[in-house]
Antibody, heavy 118, light 112 residues
């Protein structure tokens, strides 16, 4: 079955960088677009970024544009999120999600926690 | 950006009774292909989100048939015909018609 597992979270100081990974299994990774979605403590869901199945297109949420970069390695079935110039307000659990048919986000990982604090 | 407004934000419900959540969009969610890409997700306490409904009214695989979605234009509704204890959590509508994708604020379903 579809499995997504995020990693790379942790505690980081403001202004520093962090790289998240999402390991995919149980489906043909190279056939699906992928998303990152985040959730600040006690808050709702916020869409972060999407990448096409072949990496040809990427879109970002306004709050991360210019600081975060989504990428993928289809040979390793892995999705990435490079986060630069981190801010306190980037503190959240970050989820990766599969982009399925009919533009639905149909499978989600358990999430990885990022804390930005001095 | 498309703003999605959910009501109510909190919904205390008696077990076995129905529940309804509304999601109103600030603009049309009709894609250039003619479809409306409005989904509903459930997030149980301590869990990641889970897809329930996609494209307004399609139940995702494994979702109990007590969950149903409806709507058109800019007004959409998630209904639970008979609430069970396992339905406790937060429910989000989400649009994937246009980038950036956006979510409603979430509706917390709790048992009375």
């Amino acid at each position: 079955q579809v499995q997504l597992v995020e990693s790379g979270g942790g505690v980081v100081q403001p202004g520093r960088s962090l790289r998240l990974s999402c390991a995919a299994s149980g489906f043909t990774f190279s056939s699906h677009g992928m998303h990152w979605v985040r959730q600040a403590p006690g808050k709702g869901l916020e869409w972060v970024a999407v990448i096409w199945y072949d990496g040809s297109n990427k879109y970002y949420g306004d709050s991360v544009k210019g600081r975060f970069t989504i990428s993928r390695d289809n040979s390793k079935n892995t999705l990435f999120l490079q986060m630069n110039s981190l801010r306190v307000e980037d503190t959240a659990v970050y989820y990766c999600a599969r982009w399925g048919n009919d533009k639905r986000l149909d499978s989600w990982g358990p999430g990885t926690r990022v804390t930005v604090s001095s | 950006d498309i703003v999605l407004t959910q009501t109510p934000l909190s919904s205390p419900v008696t077990l076995g009774q129905p529940a309804s959540i509304s999601c109103r969009s600030g603009q049309s969610l009709v894609h250039t292909d003619g479809n409306i890409y409005l989904s509903w997700l459930q997030q149980r306490p301590g869990q990641p989100p889970r897809l329930l409904i996609y494209k307004v009214s399609n139940r995702f695989s494994g979702v109990p048939d007590r969950f149903s979605g409806s709507g058109a234009g800019t007004d959409f509704t998630l209904k639970i015909s008979r609430v069970e204890a396992e339905d406790v959590g937060v429910y989000y509508c989400m649009q994937t018609t246009q980038f950036p994708h956006t979510f409603g604020q979430g509706t917390k379903l709790e048992i009375k």
